[in-house]
């Protein structure tokens, strides 16, 4: 029998609490960390990862970036930006097909109890691939929406002259402002509905019958019609505990970043002192060092926000599957699989053997 959004809150905890701490592993948390961070569960932003500082007052002629720079040749300074859009592209594929994979990784670490990253992987990279199509092209999708939305109404506001004469027209542009931002503010709130749905309802759908989103999407539509109350009420507690969560989880945070952050920013200021003795100067090299150290610094920053947020990577989702398993039956075989049957154990004495004859 399907339960509600409120009933699924109490075995979603326990769940929890038996994963995490009955017994406390403290490999297990870490593996844990490592997959929500990958799978982006983390519940809490905030994260500042620190601002490097450069000098902007010369020192001797040589050392700010503003006397860097103009000696770098434009056109090596064009292909090194060009490089560096490349590069970021090909690193948020690689990360959105990680991602997805691990998406799978963290719903089977939550099922069995237990993470194992290598088995799962090796398990689920086709699943995480059909996953990671879907992301691209729905990534793709709200790109082109968002573009239609915003390019749509500008492009008749400048056909229809108002842009050029923006004073005679303040009373359309004021309307057509604040339509245009309901409908934009609506777009990103349908938008995330769906990312949601998606990664709560359809990724079990494609982990236990191997199917693609668009048909997890296509079933779940009609679950949706038959419990819109069910589901609304889903979304609405759910809205509600992630914001207890960040709240929780973000004092938590900014009390353990405070303190890593003393020997970091001690770390930094010496190095940076050791660098003005060394006669290093802010140049092309020297500032691509201090980037690639800083998203390490980030890097490990945020896997400390993932450590501090395992319950909450484990609980959400354990949340949306008790939810699910409700509806969904092969969800909830494969939550509660049947115990073995164990053959009854012969009769004691066993009988006597009837006499010959």
């Known amino acids: 029998m399907p339960i509600s959004a409120i009933d699924a809150i109490g075995p979603a905890f326990q769940h929890t609490k038996e994963q995490l701490l009955r017994p406390f592993r403290a490999a297990e948390w870490a593996k844990l960390a490592l997959v929500g961070f990958l799978a982006g569960e983390l519940s809490s932003g905030g994260c500042n990862g620190g601002n490097f500082q450069i000098p902007t ?17 434009p056109a ?15 690193f948020w594929i690689l990360f959105v097909y990680v991602s997805s994979v691990m998406r799978f990784i963290l719903f089977d670490s939550v099922v069995a109890k237990r993470c194992e990253i290598g088995r799962s992987w090796s398990r689920r990279h086709g699943d995480g691939l059909r996953y990671f199509v879907w992301q691209i092209l729905f990534a793709l999708a709200m790109g ?16 229809a002259g108002w842009l050029q004469h923006p004073r005679q027209h303040m009373i359309p542009l004021i309307l057509g402002g604040m339509l245009l931002f309901f409908a934009f503010m609506g777009f990103i709130l349908l938008s995330l509905v769906v990312h949601v749905f998606t990664k709560d309802f359809v990724v079990p759908q494609m982990a236990l019958e191997k199917i693609s989103a668009i048909e997890g999407w296509r079933r779940l539509l009609h679950m949706l019609n038959a419990e819109k109350s069910s589901y609304a009420g889903y979304l609405g507690m759910k809205i509600v505990m992630a914001l207890g969560a960040s709240v929780v989880v973000s004092i938590i945070t900014l009390i353990v970043l405070l303190v890593l952050l003393i ?7 010496v ?6 003795a060394a006669g290093l100067t802010w140049n092309l090299y020297t500032i691509t060092l201090a980037i690639v150290l800083g998203c390490i610094v980030l890097a490990i920053l945020l896997y400390v926000v993932s450590l501090i947020s395992v319950p909450a990577i484990i609980f959400f989702p354990a949340y949306s599957i008790y939810f699910f398993a409700s509806r969904y039956p092969a969800l909830d075989a494969y ?5 073995p049957m164990v053959p009854s154990a012969p009769p004691w004495p066993p009988p006597l053997p009837e006499p010959i004859g």
């Open 335 to 339: 939550l509660r699989p049947p115990l």
């Open 144 to 159: 082109v929406g968002i573009a239609l939305l915003i390019g749509l109404p500008a492009a008749f506001a400048l056909a």
């Open 57 to 73: 007052k010369p020192t001797g002629g040589r050392g700010s970036l503003g006397s860097a720079l103009p000696s770098i040749d």
């Open 271 to 276: 190095a940076v002192l050791i660098g003005k």
């Open 76 to 90: 090596l300074l064009a292909v090194l930006i060009a490089l560096l859009i490349v590069v970021a592209i090909v």
């Open 263 to 269: 020997p970091v920013g001690g770390f930094g200021v």
